[in-house]
């Protein structure tokens, strides 16, 4: 799912680098609550 997410928001065309630390730390947080 980690993955998934954030390839699909790198494919969008956003700036890949802060989407994919971005949907990192909320899926990390998210994960680890």
Known sequence: MKK???SESV???HPD???DQIS???L???LTW
């Open 17 to 19: 680098k802060i989407c």
């Open 11 to 13: 494919g969008r065309g």
């Open 24 to 26: 990192d730390a909320i």
């Open 4 to 6: 998934l997410f954030t």
């Open 28 to 30: 990390d947080a998210y």
